[in-house]
């Protein structure tokens, strides 16, 4: 296959001139596709794929990726990990209007008949260290000694679509870059043959709230950070196999030509985005192997696929989470998976049971599969939602709520088998040892070897980060 230069490039471009100029380039690239990264870096080298802004880190590293599990539509705290027993003696009676006067409450807002609603299902103890768990898992528990469960959390966020934003990009403004971007682009990547950061969704349990793709955005830093949604079923990526007809030599060439002729055009106009696209065409070209082979499940055993309880390729929460930790084995940097379920308005007493069964068996087995590869201790996992919900009843559901909620983080070097912060009596807000998202997200920098105030991108004559201008490393938690 020939690849034609345009026009336009006839104009600006004398054949002798093109081949000369590229043709160091066309050989090195192709050089470069073919002979083992390894090589490339020196032999032994632990040079990642792409190297990041940070150079050297700031802290020694106690994590080297992310993976964040991502409840869209706001999980109940009340009754995931914060047991109320004064909420459930109170229930049916009226919410004391010393919690609710002057604040916000989503569509309960002027209702002056709130009632308590108690916890909807039993918690128990769980493990050596005694987590307390809502009943609603039936997995989870076996795992509570590897459970940092963080009950004072707050955001700035009371509707889904803003919450989520605030809670990918530290600020409830779209467009600023996502905290996966942040990462890509201040640490690089340890894998050379796919995306950095990696987006995955399933449903089911209730209303799917919807999930823009400008979650996973890169904003201002330059396009080669932004996150890429892998598809659940089927090829996890449109395209990715050649049409019939194209062999792996013509996609080659074809990819060598752009690659030239995009140097040639940055080297006139000095566009960062273009340098963007000539490493997003490669990546692509290296993907059309990578991907067939992340998702050819056959080297896993038996046992693999009954501890996830699935076997892969169905769409489901546990096949993400099982390609999750495929992705941390070849270095993905950050992974993300949304489960969308847990808006629960109405029904939530059988509602977040249902949900609850379809992210319970694969959260579980994710967390027991890293520490059983030695990848735990390397990988920080983080589990919750965008907000929480009232302890008021809506009818027989729950509201938004952004004054308190739960979250749990395991595994790079965070503290397992503890309990952090803690809300109010009645689980209306988070009084003791609060945690911002901004303390979040600074907390998981840190864990990366990143001080999140020196994390910077200057953009419209401002530096911006990830925390904006707050948050704290909550060091109470980790080890």
Same mark, same amino acid.
């Given at each position: 296959?020939?690849?034609? =230069?345009?026009?336009?490039?006839?104009?600006?471009?004398?054949?002798?001139?093109?081949?000369?100029?590229?043709?160091?380039?066309?050989?090195?690239?192709? /050089?470069?596709? $073919?002979?083992?990264? %390894? $090589?490339?870096?020196?032999?032994?080298?632990?040079?990642?794929?792409?190297?990041? +802004? /940070?150079?050297?880190?700031?802290?020694?590293?106690? %994590?080297?990726?992310?993976?964040? /599990?991502?409840? %869209?539509?706001?999980?109940?705290?009340?009754?995931?990990?914060?047991?109320?027993?004064?909420?459930?003696?109170?229930?049916?009676?009226?919410?004391?209007?010393?919690?609710?006067?002057?604040?916000?409450?989503? &569509?309960? &807002?002027?209702?002056?008949? =709130?009632?308590?609603?108690?916890?909807?299902?039993?918690?128990?103890?769980?493990?050596?260290?005694?987590?307390?768990?809502?009943?609603?898992?039936?997995?989870?528990?076996?795992?509570?000694?590897?459970?940092?469960?963080?009950?004072?959390?707050?955001?700035?966020?009371?509707?889904?679509?803003?919450?989520?934003?605030?809670?990918?990009?530290?600020?409830?403004?779209?467009?600023?870059?996502?905290?996966?971007?942040?990462?890509?682009?201040? =640490?690089?990547?340890?894998?050379?043959?796919?995306?950095?950061?990696?987006?995955?969704?399933?449903?089911?349990?209730?209303?799917?709230?919807?999930?823009?793709?400008? @979650?996973?955005?890169?904003?201002?830093?330059?396009?080669?950070?932004?996150?890429?949604?892998?598809?659940?079923?089927?090829?996890?990526?449109?395209?990715?196999?050649?049409?019939?007809?194209?062999?792996?030599?013509?996609?080659?060439?074809?990819?060598?030509?752009?690659?030239?002729?995009?140097? &040639?055009?940055?080297?006139? +106009?000095?566009?960062?985005?273009? @340098?963007?696209?000539?490493?997003?065409?490669?990546?692509?070209?290296?993907? @059309?192997?990578?991907?067939?082979?992340?998702?050819?499940?056959?080297?896993?055993?038996?046992?693999?696929?009954?501890?996830?309880?699935?076997?892969? !390729?169905?769409?489901?929460?546990?096949?993400?989470?099982?390609?999750?930790?495929?992705?941390?084995?070849?270095?993905?940097?950050?992974?993300?998976?949304?489960?969308?379920?847990?808006?629960?308005?109405?029904?939530?007493?059988?509602?977040?049971?249902?949900?609850?069964?379809?992210?319970?068996?694969?959260?579980?087995?994710?967390?027991?599969?890293?520490? @059983?590869?030695? $990848?735990?201790?390397?990988?920080?996992?983080?589990?919750?939602?965008?907000?929480?919900?009232?302890?008021?009843?809506? !009818?027989?559901?729950?509201?938004?709520?952004? &004054?308190?909620?739960?979250?749990? /983080?395991?595994?790079?070097? +965070?503290?397992?088998?503890?309990?952090?912060?803690?809300?109010?009596?009645?689980?209306?807000?988070?009084?003791?040892?609060?945690?911002?998202?901004?303390?979040?997200?600074?907390?998981? $920098?840190?864990?990366?070897?990143?001080?999140?105030?020196?994390?910077?991108?200057?953009?419209?004559?401002?530096?911006?980060?990830?925390?904006?201008?707050?948050?704290? +490393?909550?060091?109470?938690? =980790?080890?």
């Amino acid at each position: 296959m020939s690849f034609p =230069l345009s026009a336009i490039a006839r104009q600006s471009t004398s054949r002798r001139t093109f081949l000369t100029g590229s043709a160091g380039l066309l050989g090195g690239a192709a /050089l470069s596709s $073919l002979l083992p990264h %390894a $090589l490339l870096a020196g032999e032994g080298s632990a040079t990642p794929a792409s190297s990041g +802004v /940070l150079q050297p880190l700031h802290f020694a590293p106690r %994590a080297k990726r992310v993976i964040f /599990l991502c409840m %869209a539509g706001g999980p109940s705290h009340l009754e995931t990990f914060d047991y109320k027993p004064e909420l459930a003696r109170l229930d049916g009676e009226p919410m004391p209007e010393s919690y609710t006067q002057g604040k916000p409450i989503a &569509q309960l &807002q002027g209702n002056r008949a =709130l009632k308590c609603m108690g916890p909807q299902h039993p918690f128990g103890r769980h493990g050596e260290s005694g987590q307390e768990i809502g009943s609603i898992f039936q997995h989870l528990p076996e795992v509570a000694d590897e459970l940092c469960i963080v009950r004072s959390l707050k955001t700035e966020a009371i509707n889904h679509d803003p919450a989520h934003t605030f809670m990918n990009t530290g600020s409830t403004i779209s467009g600023r870059p996502a905290m996966g971007s942040w990462l890509s682009y201040g =640490l690089g990547s340890e894998c050379q043959d796919l995306p950095g950061f990696i987006v995955m969704t399933s449903t089911g349990g209730g209303q799917n709230q919807p999930i823009a793709s400008r @979650q996973w955005h890169s904003g201002f830093l330059p396009g080669e950070h932004q996150g890429v949604h892998f598809h659940s079923t089927g090829d996890p990526v449109l395209y990715v196999r050649n049409p019939p007809g194209v062999s792996t030599a013509d996609q080659r060439a074809t990819i060598d030509a752009l690659s030239a002729l995009n140097q &040639q055009r940055s080297q006139t +106009v000095d566009d960062p985005e273009i @340098q963007a696209r000539i490493s997003q065409y490669e990546l692509a070209f290296k993907m @059309q192997m990578s991907v067939p082979a992340l998702t050819d499940l056959s080297d896993e055993t038996a046992e693999t696929f009954a501890m996830y309880g699935t076997q892969g !390729g169905d769409g489901s929460f546990a096949s993400n989470c099982l390609l999750a930790r495929r992705l941390a084995e070849r270095g993905v940097r950050f992974i993300q998976l949304y489960h969308r379920g847990w808006d629960h308005h109405g029904g939530i007493k059988d509602g977040i049971l249902k949900t609850a069964g379809y992210v319970d068996q694969g959260t579980t087995a994710l967390i027991k599969d890293l520490k @059983q590869r030695g $990848l735990l201790d390397d990988t920080l996992v983080i589990w919750g939602g965008e907000f929480g919900r009232t302890p008021m009843a809506q !009818g027989n559901g729950r509201d938004h709520h952004m &004054q308190g909620f739960s979250m749990f /983080l395991a595994g790079g070097g +965070v503290k397992g088998g503890m309990t952090y912060g803690a809300t109010d009596d009645l689980g209306y807000a988070a009084v003791e040892n609060v945690v911002h998202v901004h303390d979040l997200h600074a907390t998981m $920098l840190r864990q990366l070897g990143v001080d999140h105030t020196k994390l910077t991108y200057q953009y419209r004559g401002r530096d911006f980060r990830l925390t904006d201008v707050a948050g704290r +490393v909550v060091s109470e938690i =980790l080890s």
